[in-house]
């Protein structure tokens, strides 16, 4: 029986680069897609401070690739994204040092972008929206999510990765509008031509910030969003029936997520699966995200007070922090002698000053003796528990 759509897995076992082109190639490759002189929106997900190696940002390398990959179909690469709801999107770029690893490549933050307000034909719940200009006028769009859970969605990929050509208020908007039919109704309008999912380290439990990272090194690619969607989701071990904005996508036609009509390419969904730890909430999440943005557009148009700062200051006590376990240590100064901000310092093993330490996790990725693992505790706990 011939297939409605294909969707490609590889396992990354040198170069990422290497990974996503064959992905990509898997699935038709490029050229003829891309129309040389078309402006190619490439949207990651940087939804908050935190770097790729601990499962909530889209890897560089990948990133990298994609823009090569564009530029040698003719198009113009632009990199855009307007980060979660309290984040600062420039503040993120800076931390995580976007610019300068994409040198020479348009980097936009899409939260100052020019916001032009539009209806959706066919909307069942978010009938208007203020979506960045360059999402708009772009001619072809590759989303980059991360294969992650989601408190309020279940899983999240795609689809819910085109929330980040939105500003902040107009997230707020789709989760006041029903999340699940206000995702449907956004892809109806930015529905991104080319999704390529960074499932290098995704993230499970409490994604898709404050989870835990689990390493599949796998890239997904496909030219439907939804069966991209519905293959992610199963290879965290979720069928699309328990994701509720799959199902509405496939019975709205905006694309498939019925695994039995979709060609898989590369390696065996079954043998590259790998259950995710679910979020816990799930329905109270959602209600809880309702009425926090109620309350915040409520503030802000009444009293002009603005809850972002007091919503970041809640989830920068559960920021990403690397933690040592001591007795793997064998000193041998590799990571000390990485550390950008000399934060590393050895007596009998190493220990990590908390205080000076960016959380780039550059140690994590140095270490040959996997003493380095990612925590969510207060600092004053690790470094309790690391002695
Ligand atoms: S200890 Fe150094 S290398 Fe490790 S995360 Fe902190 S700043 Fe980065
Ligand atoms: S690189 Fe690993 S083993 Fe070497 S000193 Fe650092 S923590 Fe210890």
Same mark, same amino acid.
């Given at each position: 029986?011939?297939?409605?759509?294909?969707?490609?897995?590889?396992?990354?076992?040198?170069?990422?680069?290497?990974?996503?082109?064959?992905?990509?190639?898997?699935?038709?490759?490029?050229?003829?897609?891309?129309?040389?002189?078309?402006?190619?929106?490439?949207?990651?997900?940087?939804?908050?401070?935190?770097?790729?190696?601990?499962?909530?940002?889209?890897?560089?390398?990948?990133? !990298?690739?994609?823009?090569?990959?564009?530029?040698?179909?003719?198009?113009?690469?632009?990199?855009?994204?307007?980060?979660?709801?309290?984040?600062?999107?420039?503040?993120?770029?800076?931390?995580?040092?976007?610019?300068?690893?994409?040198?020479?490549?348009?980097?936009?933050?899409?939260?100052?972008?020019?916001?032009?307000?539009?209806?959706?034909?066919?909307?069942?719940?978010?009938?208007?929206?203020?979506?960045?200009?360059?999402?708009?006028?772009?001619?072809?769009?590759?989303?980059?999510?991360?294969?992650?859970?989601?408190?309020?969605?279940?899983?999240?990929?795609?689809?819910?990765?085109?929330?980040?050509?939105?500003?902040?208020?107009?997230?707020?908007?789709?989760?006041?509008?029903?999340?699940?039919?206000?995702?449907?109704?956004?892809?109806?309008?930015?529905?991104?031509?080319?999704?390529?999912?960074?499932?290098?380290?995704?993230?499970?439990?409490?994604?898709?910030?404050?989870?835990?990272?689990?390493?599949?090194?796998?890239?997904?690619?496909?030219?439907?969003?939804?069966?991209?969607?519905?293959?992610?989701?199963?290879?965290?071990?979720?069928?699309?029936?328990?994701?509720?904005?799959?199902?509405?996508?496939?019975?709205?036609?905006?694309?498939?997520?019925?695994?039995?009509?979709?060609?898989?390419?590369?390696?065996?969904?079954?043998?590259? @699966?790998?259950?995710? !730890?679910?979020?816990?909430?799930?329905?109270?999440?959602?209600?809880?995200?309702?009425?926090?943005?109620?309350?915040?557009?409520?503030?802000? @148009?009444?009293?002009?007070?603005?809850?972002?700062?007091?919503?970041?200051?809640?989830?920068?006590?559960?920021?990403?922090?690397?933690?040592?376990?001591?007795?793997?240590?064998?000193?041998?100064?590799?990571?000390?002698?990485?550390?950008?901000?000399?934060?590393?310092?050895?007596?009998?093993?190493?220990?990590?000053?908390?205080?000076?330490?960016?959380?780039?996790?550059?140690?994590?990725?140095?270490?040959?003796?996997?003493?380095?693992?990612?925590?969510?505790?207060?600092?004053?706990?690790?470094?309790? @528990?690391?002695?």
């Amino acid at each position: 029986m011939k297939k409605e759509t294909v969707v490609s897995i590889v396992r990354v076992e040198g170069a990422i680069g290497d990974a996503v082109s064959k992905a990509t190639k898997l699935i038709g490759g490029l050229s003829g897609r891309i129309k040389p002189g078309d402006k190619v929106l490439i949207k990651p997900n940087f939804i908050r401070e935190e770097p790729s190696v601990v499962g909530t940002t889209t890897n560089f390398e990948i990133i !990298k690739r994609v823009v090569e990959l564009v530029r040698e179909a003719g198009g113009h690469p632009v990199v855009g994204e307007a980060s979660g709801n309290q984040y600062d999107t420039e503040e993120i770029y800076e931390l995580l040092g976007l610019r300068e690893a994409l040198d020479g490549v348009e980097v936009r933050d899409l939260d100052r972008d020019e916001i032009v307000g539009v209806k959706i034909q066919g909307a069942t719940n978010l009938k208007e929206v203020g979506v960045a200009r360059s999402a708009l006028e772009a001619d072809y769009i590759i989303s980059l999510p991360v294969l992650k859970t989601h408190m309020s969605t279940g899983t999240t990929l795609g689809m819910k990765n085109m929330m980040g050509v939105l500003p902040q208020r107009e997230k707020w908007k789709m989760h006041m509008s029903g999340l699940h039919y206000a995702l449907v109704d956004l892809n109806r309008l930015v529905k991104p031509n080319l999704v390529i999912v960074d499932g290098i380290v995704g993230m499970e439990g409490m994604g898709p910030t404050i989870g835990s990272p689990v390493e599949m090194n796998l890239i997904l690619a496909g030219e439907d969003v939804v069966a991209v969607d519905t293959v992610g989701s199963a290879v965290m071990g979720f069928s699309a029936d328990e994701v509720k904005h799959l199902q509405l996508a496939g019975q709205a036609r905006l694309g498939i997520n019925e695994l039995k009509q979709i060609e898989i390419r590369g390696e065996d969904l079954e043998a590259v @699966s790998r259950p995710f !730890k679910r979020p816990f909430g799930g329905k109270a999440i959602l209600i809880w995200a309702q009425l926090q943005y109620r309350l915040g557009t409520f503030l802000l @148009s009444r009293y002009d007070y603005d809850i972002r700062p007091f919503l970041k200051k809640f989830s920068d006590l559960y920021v990403a922090k690397p933690k040592v376990n001591p007795e793997r240590c064998v000193s041998c100064d590799q990571c000390v002698a990485t550390c950008p901000r000399q934060a590393l310092e050895l007596m009998g093993h190493v220990r990590i000053d908390y205080a000076k330490c960016g959380r780039c996790f550059l140690c994590m990725r140095t270490c040959p003796q996997k003493v380095f693992t990612m925590s969510r505790k207060p600092t004053w706990w690790l470094r309790i @528990s690391s002695r």
